[in-house]
């Protein structure tokens, strides 16, 4: 609307002077080439990729400024004359994106300017990219050829245009050559008037609903649709919460009466927190909608315009604040935190109340056509640096609210502590806090000015009203900083770190006051493993043609889950019975675990002296190594006979000293053997991390898009560290379920595990694969997720002999030797097969085009619902 408004001021004799600074008469023997495709198959939106290739004399008067640096004025008016219409002194686009600037190259008569544009229809825009238009209707759209008026003139050589594989429904103009779905025009000899390129297509109907939803009032059910999610998120927690709160753990009786009542209050406590941040974060993801979803949509109906519309910034800024002092008032942190918190807490009532005083515009947005005064005495003022300061102070009530709550989450298994001093932090972190949310404002100010320079490029700043257009769009597009917080703080890391947290403390709580007694977690526990398995490590796919159905693979994880336990109850190792009725771990369990291990060890040496008497090798007899071998392969009977008191009863079949070794895993208790697995996960996981963020975050174009990006350099950041959480909370679930997973070694129950991991992934690679959508790098995701567990499994194994570790010279030479390989084996060919795997697949990823396109979010335009958790 700015650029409307100036453009209708501008002076009519504009127009005739940018015309002559062309020197549109010199242009006539320039040579044109244009080119555009449309890719609908395998994208999650139709994409489109341009090409602009002019070739103008050397004669031009013009031709010299193209070599230009591109901040002075004269590089953008030649580009201008070539790429924009010249009577156009304030071009801006918001739907073009570019990997670099126009390519100028100097041959001996002619210079050519080559420039490369991309777009993907994300909503029903026009979308301006290059010399090409495509606008958006609900089926039908329409792409036309809009040519730079300096060129008209010129020699346009060949027009080609790729639909994508779909035929035209109609063409303007008849092409000279090409086929139904790619269509070309060219001009043999220069002279007489460019072709009209007008065509109109219908694209695939997935792509055209994923470009629908995104209007009103369809987005708003997209959010709705994250809201469910967050619903069934809850209602997973309570449901783990409620299991956990009817069955305590009772203390060993050993212990005093007041330890037993510590140990209760902790196992109390700590439930009641996970209800109440299960709710907490499903408040907050509620808050999404109306941060954006709802509150666009009344806009758009005019329903309670004061605040949808005159003073929705100020909505925003309520909702941050508000959130973040429930985080406050849970976590409770020190007294020097809680006094910057009200402080900062003040500064921002006191704007919210009284802008003007802090030299912000009243309605907390500029207009520099309607109110130039207003626009001036912002900048003047330094209303940006104010408005940033605002930021500032939400962040940082976030982020204490934020600490402090995790803190108080895991601390509260142990004795709780006075009310007051429960989320208190040192001051070291305090500063920390304060250096982050004065730096996250401060870079979505630079990002933004980032992406004003590359959506306005090609404008004038000889004019004196391009200061007023730069400082109100400028500020108008840094006053969605509050909600945009919510949308990617909440919805992308907090909503489920904190939950994952409060189980972990619930868990943990419980396996404390349980002591040395808590070999297999209980059924409550096992469903709150279940829910810590979905909320922390489960993969967040589901996105079809526009509409979020998270749900179903939400699903799929939890049924591949339960049918994993249930199948383990049965066939695992510790579950196979010894006698009717009895399963293995109710004897094993009152075995001496040092002569369990002793046992193994002894099993090893003397399969050994066996295989080299098969060899040759020895002498010894058979029968004594076999009898010897018969008598490791026994347990006390779990209900001897009247009178028998020392009968032994043989393991079953395919289980040995050590396999019921390895079964145990390397701790006593079945949350050690977690924490364990959580550790090893996370120090292998490292290398793996590294690289899935860069393919992700970093490779090829990417990492440009985060200078243009509000949290983009945060995000990446924040990605490698929740990336690391998945893979360690995935670990802890491995070491959790290490005795109730099926398989004899580590690296079959992590295949187990893996494949669990996998099964939303597959629900929907089906599903992308039906609406002809991208996969994206999931396939190296659990390519990645399945080596890090296998490693992890096989590191386990060998901590379980740990103590045979100095008779060793390798870990490698343990391995061996608890696996009893003597060549090759089928664990080491999984493992060389994984390596190839990934290897295989960052060879194509390294091919591939990660192109994204920075343009306004639709949530900010026309409004869109929650991106969901």
């Known amino acids: 609307m700015c650029t409307a408004v ?3 001021l501008v002076p009519g004799g504009i127009a005739h002077a940018a015309d002559d600074e062309c020197f549109r008469g010199e242009l006539k023997t320039a040579r044109v080439t244009t080119s555009v495709r449309l890719k609908h198959n395998g994208e999650d939106y139709t994409r489109g990729t341009g090409v602009l290739t002019v070739k103008v004399p050397k004669s031009w008067s013009l031709a010299a400024d193209l070599l230009l640096n591109g901040d002075t004025e004269p590089y953008r008016t030649a580009m201008r004359c070539l790429l924009r219409h010249p009577d156009d002194p304030f071009p801006w686009r918001d739907t073009e994106g570019r990997t670099e600037p126009p390519q100028v190259t100097v041959e001996k008569k002619w210079m050519t300017v080559e420039q490369h544009v991309t777009t993907r229809v994300i909503n029903l825009q026009d979308r301006d990219f290059g010399p090409w238009r495509l606008t958006e209707g609900n089926r039908l759209w329409t792409l036309e050829l809009i040519r730079p008026t300096a060129l008209d003139g010129a020699w346009w050589q060949e027009i080609t245009v790729d639909l994508g594989g779909r035929a035209a429904r109609d063409v303007s103009s008849a092409p000279t050559t090409g086929a139904t779905d790619k269509l070309t025009w060219t001009r043999e000899k220069a002279g007489g008037d460019p072709p009209e390129v007008r065509i109109t297509l219908q694209p695939p109907a997935t792509k055209a609903s994923a470009a629908r939803w995104a209007e009103d009032p369809w987005f708003v059910f997209e959010s709705l649709a994250w809201v469910l999610w967050s619903a069934v998120i809850l209602t997973l927690t309570w449901a783990g919460a409620r299991a956990l709160r009817r069955t305590p753990v009772a203390a060993p009786v050993s212990a005093s009466a007041a330890d037993a009542q510590r140990l209760a209050d902790a196992q109390r406590v700590t439930v009641r927190n996970l209800r109440f941040i299960g709710s907490l974060a499903f408040v907050f993801s509620a808050a999404e909608v109306l941060d954006d979803g709802l509150l666009a949509h009344f806009d758009n109906e005019n329903i309670a315009e004061f605040w949808t519309d005159r003073h929705r910034t100020a909505v925003h800024l309520a909702l941050m604040l508000l959130t973040g002092l429930l985080l406050c008032a849970f976590g409770r942190p020190g007294r020097a935190a809680l006094s910057l918190t ?4 003040g500064y921002v009532i006191a704007v919210l109340y009284r802008p003007t005083l802090f ?3 009243s309605e907390l947005r500029l207009d520099s056509g309607d109110d130039a005064p207003t626009v001036e005495w912002f900048r003047q003022a330094g209303g940006m640096y104010m408005f940033t300061l605002v930021c500032a102070c939400a962040v940082f009530v976030w982020l204490v609210g934020t600490t402090a709550s995790l803190l108080w989450l895991w601390r509260a298994h142990a004795t709780p502590a006075p009310a007051f001093f429960r989320g208190r932090f040192p001051l070291t972190v305090l500063a920390a806090l304060v250096v982050i949310s004065t730096a996250l404002p401060a870079v979505s100010v630079w990002t933004a000015e980032n992406q004003w320079a590359q959506q306005s490029w090609l404008s004038s700043r000889a004019d004196e009203r391009y200061g007023l257009w730069h ?4 500020f108008n597009e840094v006053r969605w900083f509050p ?9 992308i890391h907090f909503w489920w770190w904190a939950p994952s947290l409060a189980i972990l403390a619930a868990l943990r709580a419980r396996a404390t006051a349980a002591a040395g007694t808590a070999l297999l977690p209980t059924p409550p526990e096992l469903l709150a493993l279940k829910v810590f398995f979905v909320v922390c490590a489960a993969p967040v796919v589901g996105w079809y043609a526009g509409v979020p159905l998270a749900i179903l693979p939400l699903l799929a994880l939890w049924l591949a889950l339960t049918a994993l336990l249930a199948y383990g109850t049965k066939h695992a190792v510790l579950y196979r019975e010894l006698a009717p009725d009895v399963p293995l771990f109710k004897v094993a369990q009152r075995y001496d675990r040092q002569k369990l291990l002793k046992d193994a060890r002894r099993h090893r040496e003397l399969h050994s002296q066996l295989r080299r008497l098969e060899q040759g090798q020895e002498e010894s007899r058979r029968d004594q190594l076999e009898y010897k071998l018969d008598q490791l392969h026994r347990l006390p009977h779990p209900s001897p006979p009247t009178g028998l008191p ?11 000293p050590v396999e019921l070794a390895l079964a145990w895993g390397p701790r006593a208790q079945w949350w050690e053997n977690a924490c364990r697995a959580a550790l090893f996960a996370a120090v292998i996981a490292v290398p793996a991390t590294v690289v899935q963020v860069w393919v992700d975050h970093i490779r090829d174009s990417l990492w440009e898009d985060k200078f243009l990006s509000r949290f983009g350099l945060a995000e990446t950041v924040l990605a490698f560290v929740s990336q690391e959480l998945i893979w360690a909370g995935v670990g802890f679930v491995l070491g959790a379920l290490w005795r109730e997973l099926p398989g004899r070694r580590g690296p079959v129950r992590a295949f187990w595990l893996a494949f669990v991991y996998a ?7 089906a599903g992308v694969r039906t609406f ?8 190296f995701n659990l390519s990645l997720t399945l080596l890090v567990l296998t490693l992890t499994g096989v590191v386990m194994d060998i901590d379980t002999f740990r103590r045979e570790g100095h008779y060793w010279p390798t870990k490698a030479g343990l391995l061996l030797s608890v696996y009893q390989w003597r060549t090759a084996s089928f664990q080491v060919a999984f493992l060389v097969g994984q390596i190839v795997a990934l290897v295989t697949i960052w060879q194509q990823m390294k091919g591939a085009d990660p192109m994204v396109l920075i343009e306004r979010d639709p949530t900010e335009g026309t409004g869109n619902g929650s991106s969901g958790p």
């Open 6 to 8: 100036l453009l209708c």
């Open 342 to 345: 009200a402080a900062a807490t």
């Open 359 to 361: 030299k912000l515009p």
């Open 471 to 474: 400082t109100a769009t400028l």
């Open 483 to 491: 909600s945009d917080w919510l949308d990617w703080f909440n919805a």
């Open 646 to 656: 020392n009968t032994w009863i043989r393991l079953p079949d395919s289980v040995g």
């Open 759 to 765: 099964a939303p992934v597959l629900v929907h690679w």
């Open 772 to 779: 002809d959508q991208a996969f994206g790098t999931w396939a």
